[in-house]
């Protein structure tokens, strides 16, 4: 089972480094375009931003991705402080990932919802006629994507080989 999670986040570390990167330069560059255009020209862009929250949704949905493979998203582990006991403190990252888990089931569920409700309405943006689903989709692929990344880190955890919250790699031996 190692391997094919292994397999998956290689191939989606290929696929969403690029895409972070292109859709963070083109958020930044039309942020400062629409910034010029209203301060310095005096005429804002008519529907950029919708352009900019479909980038941004799918910027930060992406970003949170790999935020939760590399064990870098914010954690409140206070355990460590409170004791040194490792079975204490292993025992409460086992039970903290087995909780992450299952909320991330759950948002897996809710995108899911919100995607096919987003699907079934046909609903659009007011200028470019943009389906709806296709941020809500965003919300959709992260949502599987932490559950494959908690799964791996539930299985290290269980094994003993669990990875530590912002380790570059983050990649099963």
Excluded at 31 to 47: D, E, H, N, Q, T
Excluded at 134 to 144: E, G, N, T, W, Y
């Amino acid at each position: 089972m190692l391997n094919v999670l292994k397999t998956l986040d290689r191939i989606v570390v290929r696929i969403v480094h690029p895409i972070l990167v292109v859709v963070g330069l083109m958020v930044a560059v039309l942020l400062v375009v629409g910034i010029v255009s209203r301060a310095f020209l005096g005429a804002p862009i008519f529907g950029l931003e919708e352009i900019m929250l479909l980038a941004i949704m799918w910027f930060y949905m992406l970003g949170a991705s790999l935020a939760s493979r590399d064990r870098s998203h914010l954690t409140a582990d206070f355990v460590g402080v409170m004791t040194s006991n490792p079975r204490v403190i292993r025992g409460a990252a086992l039970l903290s990932t087995a909780i992450s888990l299952g909320v991330a089931m759950m948002f897996v569920w809710w995108a899911w919802s919100l995607l096919s409700f987003g699907l079934s309405r046909g609903q659009s943006t007011p200028v470019f006629g943009i389906p709806w689903w296709v941020s809500q989709s965003s919300l959709f692929v992260a949502s599987i994507l932490f559950v494959i990344y908690l799964t791996r880190d539930l299985v290290l955890e269980i094994t003993g080989k669990a990875i530590k919250p912002g380790d570059p790699s983050a990649e099963v031996e």
